[in-house]
């Protein structure tokens, strides 16, 4: 089993390392050439620090641990938003969370937190019916959080540098460039969640360890990518007097995981799941 615990350290590190020194800088490089928003930019580190979940999800339906999948994302979930705090808290920017569109993201936040844990509370049957439900929540999701942005957060604390078109040339190439490290890395983090799903396996069939130690363990693992990226994101902007630019980043860095890990990612595990079953 040592050996086994060994590999899991090992697999599911890597796979952390090469999204937050890797992946998620890539994407960030790649939302800046391209001159995006915080909010943007925010949502572009949401989908990379998403991707470890992803990968750990997929797994373990492949090999039929659903419920490693349900407390993998209530966790990953859960302990995202601590970061989050212990990250606003940290770089002191409390004062930025009285503004209203932050405080409607952070209240989606938390349902994404109590649907899964009603979902596992109620012991309820999931069944291929949630899928259309998640995809249709995380639409709303996005459609609230753009309402809410445009009506308070009008001006994001930024504004968008003219780049000179010698500029946006040289630009495009290092798009290419950030676009094909992206590819590479996501077969490397390919094999290596082939690699972990086999020893989840093994945990599971071998040595009996319950798949909710499994599921929050992987949670508290694939969380690290976040609270990397919430806080550069607010150290990128700290320098900028009363601008809401970091905040506005961490938080739909925060949001966009957590409805990506629910509704998308968790819905990818139950159709896995419902096919091989």
Known sequence: MLLEFFKFIIYSGSIVLISKYILAKTLRKLAENMNSKPKTIGNIAGIA???PEFLTVTISSLKELFSVTMYNVLSSNVINFIQYI????LNKNTNMIK????????????????IPLLIIILRMKVKIVLIPIFLILYLLFIIINNISH???????GIQLENISDKEKEKNKKKIIVYIIIILIVGIFLYILGEELGKVLEDFANKYNIPEVIIGILLGVVT???????????????????????GVVEATNNLLSS???????IQSIGILVYMLII
């Open 99 to 114: 503004n209203k569109a932050i405080q409607i993201d952070i209240l989606l936040v938390i349902i994404t937190i109590l």
């Open 49 to 51: 620090t998403s991707i």
């Open 150 to 156: 445009k009506k308070y957060l009008a001006m994001e």
């Open 86 to 89: 212990f990250a606003i808290i």
């Open 223 to 245: 969380s690290i990518p976040e609270l990397i990226t919430f806080l550069e994101s607010q150290r990128h902007h700290k320098n900028k007097l009363n601008d809401t630019s």
């Open 258 to 264: 957590n409805i990506l890990n629910l509704f998308i």
